[in-house]
């Protein structure tokens, strides 16, 4: 087997495992046996093995001191202290950028993607949830880009990768309730608040407003758990959280 099928495998069993701990199907705690998972997604051990170190990475799986691995059990605590590291490495990242100068193109760019989510935001007949979702996340990505360090891109790209701590995390049921959708229409505007202090070289107030950004994914958080509780097993990755 080649190099390239090789780690085809490896993505295909990271996908297939992080759905499986993501909704729930594998408990918080629950033993993640090697041999089992290789014979129910029908890929070998090596491939299992990689995946299981990839979201072990990810903090979704915890080594056992006596071998192999389990499916992690989290707090509110920790999937808030997940959201406000990704605050503080966006902030540092909309900071730098600032301060070193963002390129005009890729300025253009964060315009373009702040357009469609105004088009999504205000469509006849209401959002565009889909639009809006995908172009968040295009815009959040351009946003680490910005400073044209392959540090920040990088540990921004992992942060993202902790349970619940992107900026998605909490946009698949927004759709549904009311109170969400008009987080959305602020989360916009701190948007281009944080692209003006770019353009504008502020770099204190980038970082400022990028690390409050970040706590809108609190402020839905604290909504779906204590507000609208039955939604919450409907939030993928809330099934890790040990007591709701």
Do not use: W
Request: hydrophobic share 45%; aromatic share 2%; glycine share 6%.
């Amino acid at each position: 087997m080649g190099e390239e099928d090789r780690m085809s495998l490896v993505d295909k069993a990271i996908i297939a495992l992080r759905s499986m701990i993501m909704s729930g199907e594998l408990a918080p705690s629950a033993r993640v046996a090697e041999v089992a998972l290789s014979e129910r997604l029908g890929i070998s051990r090596t491939p299992i093995r990689q995946a299981m170190d990839r979201l072990t990475a990810e903090g979704l799986l915890e080594r056992i001191e006596t071998g192999g691995c389990r499916v992690a059990s989290l707090s509110i605590t920790d999937i808030l202290d997940a959201i406000e590291i990704r605050g503080v490495i966006e902030g540092t990242a909309a900071r730098l950028a600032a301060e070193r100068g963002a390129d005009d193109d890729d300025l253009a760019q964060c315009d373009a993607l702040l357009a469609r989510i105004d088009e999504a935001l205000h469509r006849e007949g209401g959002i565009d949830f889909d639009a809006y979702v995908a172009a968040n996340a295009q815009f959040h990505q351009l946003l680490a880009a910005l400073a044209k360090s392959p540090v920040i891109s990088r540990e921004v790209e992992r942060v993202m990768r902790l349970p619940l701590a992107s900026p998605s995390a909490f946009l698949q049921e927004q759709a549904l309730i009311h109170d969400f959708q008009t987080s959305l229409v602020r989360a916009q505007h701190q948007h281009k608040a944080i692209i003006a202090a770019i353009r504008d070289r502020e770099g204190a107030r980038a970082e400022a407003l990028a690390r409050e950004h970040a706590r809108l994914a609190r402020e839905n958080l604290e909504h779906v758990m204590k507000c609208d509780r039955k939604l919450a097993a409907r939030v993928p990755g809330l099934a890790l959280v040990a007591s709701r």
